[in-house]
């Protein structure tokens, strides 16, 4: 793992720190983890270092999801992974809506969790991203991690947004309201699948339990024949009678 040449190439392109690629780096080397699902990529600055990352423990890939817009930026998704090298790590889509959609479509495919962590940082929405916290949940192993960005981000902190077409359709206290930090608690902290709940640096971290599901219990009915001795005297009379 070289967060600092991650670092060196992407400079100050936004949005994840060298210091949170530490932190995350450390997360995914400590836990094996190989298989991540990120909802919200804009530059695939953060798709870089989890990249990186994960090859640390001997290779692995990442799925990343965001908008189409994101593909407008530059540099996009796609050059920063090929200057980086690591394009052959990762799987990106862009929808025009929602990666709720895409969810939904990858459930839709094959519903078995197959990822070791999942990192949203895209919406910044209660509508969408309460949503995508249960679809990713599907996709999430047990024993594998949860990682919520943007824990109080508020758009009213952000006037530049506010003239966007879906900043418009928002009441002010949704504005004014730190929605990813209602994911956390009110959805997260009481699922009964998770635990080892943490914040840090504006992230909100929590473990999936590791308890595998067991296979049905496969039933028999148990047939027990109990001999009865016969006393010798009703023995006597049957053989006698028999002849």
């Known amino acids: 793992m070289n967060p600092e040449r991650i670092k060196r190439i992407v400079g100050e392109i936004p949005y994840m720190t060298l210091r949170q690629a530490r932190i995350i780096g450390g997360l995914i080397r400590e836990n094996g983890i190989r298989d991540i699902l990120e909802l919200g990529f804009y530059h695939g ?3 870089c270092y989890l990249a990186d990352a994960v090859c640390s423990n001997g290779g692995g890939t990442v799925t990343s999801l965001d908008l189409e817009g994101a593909l407008e930026l530059s540099p996009n998704i796609e050059q920063l992974l090929q200057e980086v090298g690591l394009s052959d790590r990762v799987t990106f889509h862009a929808d025009p809506q929602s990666y709720v959609w895409r969810l939904m479509k990858m459930l839709e495919e094959d519903p078995t969790p197959r990822f070791d962590l999942v990192y ?11 949503f995508a916290f249960f679809l990713a949940d ?17 758009l009213a902190n952000y006037p530049h947004l506010k003239g966007t077409e879906w900043a418009k359709t928002m009441g002010e206290e949704e504005k004014n309201t730190a929605q990813i930090r209602k994911v956390y608690e009110l959805l997260v902290r009481s699922h009964p699948d998770y635990g080892e709940f943490k914040t840090e640096m504006g992230w909100a971290f929590a473990h999936k339990r590791g308890e595998a599901t067991l296979p049905p219990t496969e039933v028999r009915r148990e047939v027990v024949i109990r001999h009865i001795p016969m006393p010798m005297e009703l023995i006597r009379r049957q053989m006698k009678a028999e002849q």
Do not use: A, N
């Open 120 to 130: 949203i940082d895209g919406s910044h929405q209660w509508k969408t991203d309460g």
């Open 45 to 47: 600055v953060s798709t």
């Open 138 to 154: 599907r996709l999430l192993r047990p024993g594998g991690w949860l990682i919520l960005d943007d824990l109080d981000w508020k």
